[in-house]
């Protein structure tokens, strides 16, 4: 299982490692396109506060991938953490760091160079890489909800209904769903020809400001984007929305002390689901307004909220935190033979 992991890591590196390169040689003769790379404005200001954002952008990154891989091997290592929410966890800190690696990276580099240049290719695979693992973290985060459901107000059964076999179709499923999303909107970004102004005024490329872009009317393009991503954003927050208060709402009726501790085990997906989405409702759902530009909206939702994730649930959950306490002393131990 860990070995999994592992492998799943390593082969993701290299893939984005593989894709960098490509990007840097420059595969754009399609015709009438004359654009080759696009110029992001990125975080503008004096150099002395690039160096700034580099260096808290560098510690907040090495954080979340840190923060990240401690909770996939912290969950696949311990016994007492075999369990279907923990499972689910694990994965969605692998999507986390998987999304905050699609940008972050080229983001920081970014901060130190003048001229802050990404070819067209390079940004269609970022625009990918996004959509993907955002999509399918989009479906994780309610499946995590339906998880939460069924232990909160149908415990007995709890075990029968959350397999293995289902969990593991539902992972599988949430990569799917973020594959059709993402395909879905770039096959219809790809050949769109790009011939005159190319300045991105945002830290990396996103559809609704590359598609602006384009010299070929796009209106309807722009209508399919906000459906897409717009609409899945908004439809699955709105459905854990409801999920959570039926959840709540069955507990209540039940009895009156079981809501507090179903409210301090919940809070914990609140936040994130809350921080996860309204970002994305604030950009998709209106993309063609200047939310969709705004660059604090973009930090917080690809650099923010991935080491948010780890650090909320771990510090809400004590038997996490006991694992990893657990996990990190007897590693000191082993390698310093105390
Ligand atoms: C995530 O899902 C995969 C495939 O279903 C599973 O094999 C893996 O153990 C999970 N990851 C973690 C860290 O739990």
Known sequence: MSSKILVLTVAFFCLVALLELFSIEKLDHKNGSFVTEFILLGLSGQWELQIFFFGIFSLIYGATLIGNILIMVTVTFTSTLHSPMYFLLGNLSFLDMCLSTATTPKMITDLLTEHKTISVWGCMVQMFFMHFFGGAEMILLIVMAFDRYIAICKPLHYRTIMSYRLLRGFVIFSWVIGFIHTMSQMLLTVDLPFCGYNVIDSIFCDLPLVIRLACVETYTLELFVIADSGLLSFISF?????????????????????????????????????????????????????????????????????????????????????????????????????
């Open 238 to 338: 709105i459905m854990l929305l409801i999920s959570y208060s039926v959840i709540l709402i069955t507990v209540q009726q039940r009895s009156s002390g079981g809501l507090s501790k179903a409210l301090s085990t919940l809070s914990a997906h609140i936040i994130v689901v809350t921080l996860f989405f309204g970002p994305c409702i604030f950009i998709y759902a209106w993309p063609f307004s200047n939310f969709a530009s705004n660059k604090t909206l973009a930090v917080f939702y690809t650099v923010i909220t991935p080491l948010l994730n780890p650090i909320i649930y771990t510090l809400r959950n004590q038997k996490m935190q006991e694992a990893l306490r657990k996990l990190l002393f007897q590693r000191i131990v082993v390698t310093w033979n105390f």
